[in-house]
Structure formats: C-alpha cells, structure tokens
C-alpha cells in the first residue's frame, strides 16, 4: 500500500482525494462473501473496509498516524454519498455507512473529482512602480509648453534633436515613497518569499492576493507583546472575559489563581467544554475560508520540516490580527493541557493528545464549501501545529529584516534623487571621499637591529683549526 506524497501546489485537496479513491479501489481486497443465505462476488463487509482504509491513511506520509478509525468511518461514509462505493444492492448516496458487517461493492465506474478552472494567472505577484513612472493619467503629449520664440539658437537645438546628435528633453517623475508604497512592499515581498518556498509559478491557484490585507502583515509583525503574542488596537474584538479565565485555568492546572469557587469532581471537563463550545461557534475558523487552500498546499511540506515552518510563519502573518492572537492564545493552552502532568482524563475514550485535535481542527481549518477531506487535512495541520506552535507563531526574521533593508533602501534612493547635494554631503561616494579625506603617506617600517644580523649559520670546520 504505497500512498506517494503530494506536493504543494493548487487542488491539492482534490488530488489527495483523486488518489486516495484510486488507491482503494485498486487494492482493497474483495472476496466471496455470504448474506441471508445468497453468496454475492467481489465485495467486501464495512468493517474490512475501515481496517483497510485507516492502516492506508496512518501508513500515508500526507496524512500520518494521528489519523482515528472514527475518522475513517466518516470518509467512507462521504465515498458512499459520491458513489465510490456503493452496497451490495447497488444502493448509495442516500444511505448512512456504519462500522458491521454491511456488504459493499465497487461501482463499475469511479467518478474522480475534476479539478475547477480558474483564469490564467500573472506570474508577478505585485509590480511596484518605478520611481520614473508617471502618475495615472498623465503622458508626454500632455505637458504644458511655453510658446517659443524661434531664433538661431533655437533653431541650432532642434536641429540638432532632429538628426539625433542631442537627446530629446523627456520629463521625468520622482515618486514620493508613501505609507501606501511602504505597505504594498510588505505585502509583495511576503507574497514572493511564500511562492518562492512553495515552489509554485504563481500563487493565483492557491490564494487570492487581491484580498491579502498588508495592514494586517505590518500589524502582526510589530504590534505584539514580550511573549509575541498580537496586542489588538480594538478591545471589542478580546476574547471574552470568561474564555479568558477558563484558558488561564486549565493552562495552570491545578494552580488556578483567578478562580473563586470551589472545585468539584469534573470541574476541568466543564471548563474544558467551555472553551471548546466558544471556539466552535465561530462564524470563520481561525485560518479563515480564504487561506485554506495557501495552508493545505503548504501542508505537503511537511517532510521538509524547516521549510514548512517557514511557509506556515509566512501563511499565519496574512492572518487577521484578532485570528492570530486568538491562534496564539488557543495552541498555548491546547500545548500545556497536553504537557501537565497533574491533569485528570477531560475524556474516556480518547487521550488527552487526541481528544485536543479533534476537538479543536475544524474551528481552525475548515472549507467554506465541503471538502471531501478536510477533516483528515485539519486534523493534520494541528497536530503539526501543537508540536511547533512556538517557531510556527513567531515573526520570521529574515522576511522583516529583508523588507526593512528595501524600505530603507528606497528612501535613500528617494532622498538622493530630491536632494542630490545634501545627500553628496551626507552619504558621500568613494570619489568624493578621497577629495574630501586624502590618503595619508603611510609610515616606512622602523628597521630592528636585529635584523640587520646575518641569519644563524651552522658551524663548519676550516683547515686551520685541525692544524
């Protein structure tokens, strides 16, 4: 059972899905099976299906063993709703999958997803504009002009433009680098260093660039807190109070300074259901509708780790400031709940590892419209995510050290263009240096005495002294 890996790159959902289908129906064992005294060929009972299907999904690299049978049952479920498979009677769609000894079968014929066309893409990111180009609207045609009075020296400068012994005179623009300048910097770089890890010719297929915000790019490299967690310059958008405290609690535990009440038996599970219900009843999960394709398609990074953190930090600065911070907060206690010790189970059947994952992957990755696996592609991402949140959520120094360097670069460029003489004496050149500072004679070598000695010789015997 050899599932390849899929790359990063657009659809990446729907290849993993394409392949998955191919897989199972290639190489799920089929067999003779008996049912109500009638022998049907060829099929299979649900529960091999879910032996098979989930050893493939743990055995797969895109996919790893945090993978549950529970979810397992749901994807053949979704393969009976889109007739990969469908039941001994040739039923489907309408009917529910369930974990027994039910008999199923393969249709003659596996429909496989078609990938959706979009419109060809630029392979620029964001063109920023040349310091020589006009504003909109303007031209050369259109430069008011002076009458001018025709003399010989006159007419000498034209003619001398017209067989080409002068250049034509052409106005030139000097652009003022503003704030709107400085954010469209921020976002086209960022874009480009994902794009560059990625691979990728463009990230049109991937992620809509038009809706890529650089104010929430600046906000959440430099409005953070000592610990790197967002400040947010609108409270109303905090976590409640309450979620807060709950957090604050089970991170803790059982040192729980803000809590009054008595505790009572179950007192976490409580606390534990309460941050769950808030996170669930978001309107958009934390990574938002629009970046789930960018974070899917990063996720076939992830034998590459040191590059897929680096694509994830990238991902995570396009994050709204308010969805960063609440990320930020949500993967801190998710890693301590996990780590403490002293934590009684918050569940029977699942670990405490586990029982974070489930709980948590689809309010932090989802598709606005249903896709076939992205329970599977959640549950992936956080489970990385919980094991490098720290480097995942920091600021990646050399994208902010690279933007500040070109910022700063244009706004010497800017400078020496408006004030050539000032910038002469500020930032002089070589040439103006050596006029400015002539070099001085350097000092000849004092000579040692011992240096003027012979060098050691070794000694040899002459013929007047063996007489």
């Known amino acids: 059972m050899e599932h390849s890996i899929v790359g990063p790159g657009p659809y990446r959902a729907t290849r993993l899905w394409n392949?998955?289908?191919?897989?199972?129906?290639?190489?799920?064992?089929?067999?003779?099976?008996?049912?109500?005294?009638?022998?049907?060929?060829?099929?299979?009972?649900?529960?091999?299906?879910?032996?098979?299907?989930h050893e493939l999904l743990r055995c797969s690299q895109n996919f790893g063993p945090e993978v549950t049978r529970k979810q397992t049952v749901q994807l053949l479920k979704k393969f009976l709703k889109n007739h990969v498979i469908e039941d001994i009677k040739g039923k489907w769609g309408q009917e529910d999958f369930e974990d027994n000894r039910h008999l199923y079968?393969?249709?003659?014929?596996?429909?496989?997803?078609?990938?959706?066309?979009?419109?060809?893409?630029?392979?620029?990111?964001?063109?920023?504009?040349?310091?020589?180009?006009?504003?909109?609207?303007?031209?050369?045609?259109?430069?008011?002009?002076?009458?001018?009075?025709?003399?010989?020296?006159?007419?000498?400068?034209?003619?001398?433009?017209?067989?080409?012994?002068?250049?034509?005179?052409?106005?030139?623009?000097?652009?003022?680098?503003?704030?709107?300048?400085?954010?469209?910097?921020?976002?086209?770089?960022?874009?480009?260093?994902?794009?560059?890890?990625?691979?990728l010719d463009s990230l049109e297929e991937v992620l809509d660039i038009k809706i890529v915000n650089s104010k929430f790019i600046i906000h959440n490299v430099y409005s953070v807190s000592k610990q790197g967690v967002v400040i947010l310059d609108d409270k109303s958008k905090e976590l409640p109070h309450w979620v807060l405290s709950a957090m604050k609690c089970l991170a803790n535990w059982p040192n729980c300074s803000d809590l009054k009440q008595p505790m009572y038996l179950g007192f976490e599970?409580?606390?534990?259901?309460?941050?769950?219900?808030?996170?669930?009843?978001?309107?958009?999960?934390?990574?938002?509708?629009?970046?789930?394709?960018?974070?899917?398609?990063?996720?076939?990074?992830?034998?590459?780790?040191?590059?897929?953190?680096?694509?994830f930090q990238i991902c995570c600065l396009l994050l709204p400031p308010e969805n960063r911070r609440k990320l930020q907060l949500l993967m801190r206690t998710m890693a301590r709940i996990c780590l403490s010790k002293e934590m009684p189970p918050l569940c029977d059947g699942f670990g405490t590892r586990t029982l974070m994952v489930q709980t948590f992957s689809r309010c932090i990755l989802c598709s606005k419209d249903e896709v076939d696996l992205d329970e599977l592609l959640a549950a992936r991402l956080v489970t990385f995510l919980m094991d490098n949140y720290q480097e995942i959520l920091k600021v990646p120094l050399a994208l902010q050290t690279s933007i500040e360097e070109r910022v700063a670069h244009l706004r010497r460029v800017q400078f020496q263009k408006s004030y050539p003489e000032v910038y002469q004496e500020r930032f002089p050149t070589p040439e103006s240096e050596a006029l400015l500072f002539p070099e001085k004679p350097k000092p000849k070598p004092q000579l040692l005495m011992w240096a003027l000695k012979k060098p050691f010789q070794p000694f040899q015997r002459t013929r007047s002294f063996r007489m």
């Open 269 to 311: 599970k409580d606390v534990f259901k309460t941050i769950a219900d808030y996170y669930r009843h978001l309107k958009e999960p934390l990574l938002t509708f629009h970046l789930f394709d960018a974070f899917v398609s990063v996720l076939g990074l992830l034998q590459k780790e040191k590059m897929a953190i680096e694509a």
């Open 105 to 199: 079968r393969f249709p003659p014929s596996s429909p496989l997803k078609p990938y959706p066309k979009k419109p060809p893409y630029q392979k620029d990111v964001i063109k920023f504009p040349e310091w020589n180009d006009p504003p909109p609207g303007t031209s050369q045609e259109n430069i008011p002009v002076r009458p001018v009075v025709m003399n010989s020296e006159m007419w000498y400068k034209r003619h001398s433009i017209a067989i080409g012994e002068v250049p034509a005179c052409r106005l030139v623009y000097r652009r003022q680098l503003t704030e709107a300048n400085v954010e469209e910097i921020w976002k086209s770089m960022t874009l480009s260093y994902l794009q560059k890890i990625l691979g």
């Open 19 to 53: 392949e998955t289908v191919e897989l199972f129906r290639a190489r799920m064992p089929l067999r003779k099976h008996r049912c109500r005294f009638k022998s049907y060929e060829h099929c299979f009972t649900a529960a091999e299906a879910v032996d098979w299907l």
